[in-house]
């Protein structure tokens, strides 16, 4: 998937979105034609990624066995 910015007068693909597109993803054919999105789109967007990707703490996501397994 590639990102550029768009300089031309294409329309934001979010529905209800008036705004004019300022990034353009192009998915390479998965997707019948490129995606187009304003700024404010593309910051929701980010938002709704970062919260379903949360980066991991150094020490999660699995904790350390505190105890020796005896066996
Ligand atoms: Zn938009």
Do not use: W
Not at 17 to 29: E, I, M, P, R, V
Not at 31 to 59: G, Q
């Amino acid at each position: 998937m590639k990102m550029s910015e768009c300089n031309g007068q294409i329309k934001c693909d979010f529905y209800g979105c008036t705004h004019l597109a300022k990034y353009s993803f192009s998915t390479k054919g998965f997707l019948k034609r490129e995606l187009n999105f304003c700024d404010d789109c593309m910051k929701e967007m980010f938002e709704c990624f970062s919260k379903a990707c949360i980066p991991k703490p150094v020490e999660a996501p699995f904790k350390r066995k505190t105890k020796k397994e005896t066996k």
